[in-house]
């Protein structure tokens, strides 16, 4: 009880607005020959981390060639903001028959 007031009383003395929900994850690993999450949601102007946690070397590819992490080794990450809305597809170049897909809503 005695922390539960203690947090009451502490959030009376921040500002408006500065206390935030966390935001949702923005990051896509490779491991076990996939994407993990498959498909992520994200809004126009966020960052997407891709990490290889797999021991095999993979990349993360937009299916139109717009982006292209190149290789990436055993934990190796890399980062790509995505500006607009829309439905994206990426896979690997080295497994094929590795998918994952981006949703990035407007940031309205």
């Given amino acids: 009880m005695k922390a539960l007031l203690a947090a009451v009383a502490l959030a ?3 500002p408006a607005g ?10 896509v690993h490779i491991r076990n020959d996939a994407f993990f999450p498959a498909s992520l949601t994200v809004k126009a102007g966020e960052t997407v981390t891709f990490i290889n946690d797999d021991d095999d070397a993979h990349t993360a590819t937009a299916d ?3 982006w292209d992490s190149e290789g990436l080794t ?5 980062s790509h903001r995505f500006a607009k809305a829309g439905k994206v597809t990426y896979h690997c170049t080295v497994h094929p028959f590795m998918h994952g897909a981006l949703v990035v809503k407007s940031a309205r």
Avoid: E, M
Wanted: net charge neutral; aromatic share 10%.
């Fill in 12 to 14: 009376a003395f921040l």
């Fill in 18 to 27: 500065a206390v935030r929900a966390a935001a949702p994850p923005t990051t």
């Fill in 64 to 66: 139109d060639n717009s």
């Fill in 74 to 78: 055993q934990g190796q990450s890399w």
